[in-house]
């Protein structure tokens, strides 16, 4: 069983860029497929991204495609959700989550980490 930490959100102004990173402890980091998920207040968890264990094969929601980008560092335990451009409708809190196969539905992944809100100021 992996257990995920994220850190690295804040408040930020449009434009702006910032780096989450979520850390994994327990259980075989490379064997799990890593995903980024967030929900904004009153609004269901939409996904993020997904990137595949090895490979690093990457899949990306239409709202953030050319402004993030997902990465792994599986010899540190650790992924990334490289953010720019940021917009207001970024703001939500930011999930990492870990499954042994990729999927785009927050019922696909077993393991999450607590969050870490972004904020995004016009």
């Known amino acids: 069983q992996v257990q995920l930490v994220e850190s690295g959100g804040g408040l930020v102004q449009a434009g702006d860029s910032l780096r989450l990173s979520c850390a994994a402890d327990?259980?075989?980091?490379?064997?799990?497929?890593m995903g980024w998920f967030r929900q904004a207040p009153g609004k269901e968890r939409e996904f993020v991204a997904a990137?595949?264990?090895?490979?690093?094969?990457?899949t990306y929601a239409d709202s953030v495609k050319g402004r993030f980008t997902i990465s792994r560092d599986n010899a540190k335990n650790t992924g990334y959700l490289q953010m720019s451009s940021l917009k207001p409708e970024d703001t939500a809190v930011y999930y990492c989550?870990?499954?042994?196969?990729?999927?785009?539905?927050?019922?696909?992944?077993?393991?999450w980490g607590q969050g870490t809100q972004v904020t995004v100021s016009s």
């Open positions: 990137i595949s264990q090895s490979t690093g094969t990457a």
């Open positions: 327990g259980g075989t980091f490379s064997s799990y497929v």
């Open positions: 989550a870990a499954d042994q196969r990729l999927g785009l539905s927050r019922r696909d992944y077993a393991y």
